[in-house]
């Protein structure tokens, strides 16, 4: 199976602030890379799909980027409804799989 | 408006059986592919299995293959989940969602994520 690790598991920001997550897949997964956020209690929101391709609705402050084994989230001045956990999946192979998440805490 | 709804929830105790379903609306559902996803209380997300438009093809998660069972009824707009052997690691929130865009080969299945969600059904797989 392919393993997904993100970094950081959490991280503390200000609003305004630019924030970067990384994920990385345990092998080349071309661009089938999505970004989830999640907020407590709600089901995940599909934010980035095929590594850099914004979903419907999405504010352009997201920013997807990366290929093969090492991709990137990046908000670019975070807004207070943006203080979320985010998650990686790879959509490449079955067994799908998702990154263990990252939680973006209020500073 | 599109919308994804699961029931079939419950408590129930190790080695019991439990089906889940999922019922569909606002869109072309027998067009897409579908998937259900858990998260066990406290913990991140975790596949479960996916299955194609046509319910030809379907895939699982090593922690479940061989006790689940994904299917769908085209003409009834649901989505299925059969689950036998229940443990108590199957203790999660279940939720549907549907799929982008759906590959699937002989052997595997790719997509381009999961844009809609139901709110997902709780087990509880106790004693």
């Known amino acids: 199976d392919i393993q997904m690790t993100q970094s950081p598991s959490s991280l503390s920001a200000s609003a305004g602030d630019r924030v970067t997550i990384t994920c990385r897949a345990s092998q080349s997964i071309s661009n089938y890379l999505n970004w989830y956020q999640q907020k407590p209690g709600r089901a995940p929101k599909l934010m980035i799909y095929a590594a850099s391709s914004l979903q419907s609705g999405v504010p352009s402050r997201f920013r997807g980027s990366g290929s093969g084994t090492t991709f990137t989230l990046t908000i670019s001045s975070l807004q207070p409804e943006d203080f979320a956990t985010y998650y990686c999946q790879q959509s490449y192979i079955t067994p799908q799989t998702f990154g263990q998440g990252t939680k973006v805490e209020i500073k | 408006q599109v919308q994804l709804v699961e029931s079939g929830g419950g408590v129930v105790q190790p080695g019991r059986s439990l089906r889940l379903s999922c019922a569909a609306s606002g869109f072309a559902f027998s067009s897409y592919g579908m998937h259900w996803v858990r998260q066990a209380p406290g913990k991140g997300l975790e596949w479960v299995a996916v299955i194609s438009n046509d319910g030809t093809n379907k895939y699982y998660a090593d922690s479940v293959k061989g006790r689940f069972t994904i299917s769908r009824d085209n003409s009834k707009n649901t989505l299925y989940l059969q689950m036998n052997s229940l443990r108590a690691e199957d203790t999660a929130v279940y939720s549907c969602?549907?799929?982008?865009?759906?590959?699937?080969?002989?052997?595997?299945?790719?997509?381009?994520?999961?844009?809609?969600w139901g709110q997902g059904t709780t087990v509880t797989v106790s004693s």
């Open positions: 969602a549907k799929d982008l865009g759906l590959y699937c080969t002989r052997t595997s299945c790719s997509s381009y994520g999961m844009d809609v």
